[in-house]
C-alpha cells in the first residue's frame, strides 16, 4: 500500500514558478513509478509526467515539455514536480500517483497507476 499528499500548490502570475510535493509513505517508494496528473474544471484527468522507479528515465505531456521537470528523491520518499514559465492553462488540481505494482515501467496512462493523492490545486492568473 502507498499513500500520497500533494503539497505546494497555490495561485501564480502567468510566468512565475511553483513546485509541487507528493510525500508517500511506506518503505517502498524506491519500487514504484510515479507520476503526475491535472484536471482542469469540467475536464478529464491528463497525463503530465512521469517518472521510472530510479528517476534515470522522465516523461512529458507536449504541453509542459520544456517547462516542467518531475524528479524524485527515493531517501526522502518524495517525488517532485517542478513548474516554470506557468500559464493560465496549465490552471487544474494536480494530482501525484504510484504505478499498480512495484516494478512497473512508468507510463502516460491513468490505468497504470493504483495510487492517488488527493490533489492540490494550482491556479495561473494571466
Known amino acids: 500500500q502507498v499513500q500520497l499528499v500533494e503539497s505546494g500548490g497555490g495561485l501564480v502570475q502567468a510566468g512565475g514558478s511553483l513546485r509541487l510535493s507528493c510525500a508517500a509513505s511506506?518503505?517502498?517508494?524506491?519500487?514504484?513509478?510515479m507520476g503526475w496528473f491535472r484536471q482542469a474544471s469540467g475536464k478529464e484527468r491528463r497525463f503530465v509526467s512521469a517518472?521510472?522507479?530510479?528517476?534515470?528515465?522522465?516523461y512529458y505531456a507536449d504541453s509542459v515539455k520544456g517547462r516542467f521537470t518531475i524528479s524524485r528523491d527515493n531517501a526522502k520518499n518524495t517525488v517532485y514536480l517542478q513548474m516554470n514559465s506557468l500559464k493560465p492553462e496549465d490552471t487544474a488540481v494536480y494530482y501525484c500517483a504510484a504505478a499498480k505494482y512495484p516494478r512497473m515501467v512508468a507510463t502516460m496512462s491513468m490505468d497504470d497507476y493504483g495510487y492517488w493523492g488527493q490533489g492540490t490545486q494550482v491556479t495561473v492568473s494571466s
Open positions: 517518472i521510472s522507479l530510479s528517476g534515470v528515465s522522465t
Open positions: 511506506g518503505r517502498t517508494f524506491s519500487t514504484y513509478a
